[in-house]
C-alpha cells in the first residue's frame, strides 16, 4: 500500500516503505500516478509538464529540466541555455517528445553541474517523462481540437508500457 491509501488503519508503517529499491519504485509510481491523474482532469500543460520535470529532477538529483513545446521561441531556449552556462549547468540530455505516429511534439533539455551521460537506469527514467509529455501534449492538442478531450480507445505510446487513460473525468 502507498502512503495516499486512505483505507490502511496504521499509517506508521508507511513511512520505512520508501527506503531501498522498492520505495524508489513506490515513489516513481505515486509520482506518475499524479501526473496521469492531472493529465486525465485536464490541469493546464504547463502544469502537467512542470510536474513531470520536477519528479525526474527530484528522482535523478541535481538536474535541471525543461520540456519545450514546438512553437516556443528559440530566442528563449537561447537564454534558457545561457543561463543555465551562468550558472556553470550543462547540457546532460537534449531528447525529442515524440507522438505515436512519429510527430515531434516538444523536446526534453536537462542540464546538471558535471559533464556526464545518462546512466542506462536515468535513461530509462527520461524515456518514462517523454512518453508522460507525449500524452500530455497530445491530450491537450486533442481538447484544444474537438472542445473536449474524448479518448475511442487505448493505445499504448510507441516505444513505451503506459497505455492512454480509459477514460476522462
Not at 61 to 80: F, K, R, T, V, W
Not at 101 to 123: I, K, N
Request: glycine residues 8%.
Amino acid at each position: 500500500m502507498d502512503e495516499y491509501d486512505s483505507r490502511s488503519p496504521d499509517k506508521s508503517q508507511k513511512h520505512g516503505s520508501h527506503c531501498g529499491s522498492d520505495g524508489k519504485i513506490q515513489y516513481l509510481l505515486i509520482a506518475e500516478e499524479r501526473i496521469l491523474h492531472s493529465i486525465s482532469t485536464r490541469a493546464p500543460l504547463p502544469e502537467v509538464l512542470n510536474s513531470i520535470c520536477g519528479a525526474l529532477d527530484s528522482e535523478m538529483g541535481n538536474m535541471a529540466s525543461l520540456i519545450s513545446l514546438p512553437g516556443d521561441e528559440a530566442a528563449d531556449l537561447a537564454i534558457i541555455a545561457s543561463s543555465a552556462a551562468l550558472f556553470g549547468l550543462r547540457i546532460f540530455c537534449s531528447v525529442n517528445v515524440v507522438a505515436e505516429d512519429g510527430e515531434v511534439l516538444g523536446s526534453l533539455e536537462m542540464y546538471c553541474c558535471a559533464p556526464r551521460s545518462p546512466s542506462g537506469r536515468e535513461f530509462q527514467l527520461i524515456e518514462r517523462a517523454t512518453c508522460l509529455a507525449a500524452i500530455a501534449i497530445e491530450r491537450h492538442r486533442q481538447a484544444g481540437n474537438h472542445g473536449t478531450c474524448c479518448l475511442h480507445e487505448n493505445r499504448p505510446v510507441q516505444g513505451c508500457v503506459l497505455e492512454w487513460p480509459v477514460s476522462a473525468n
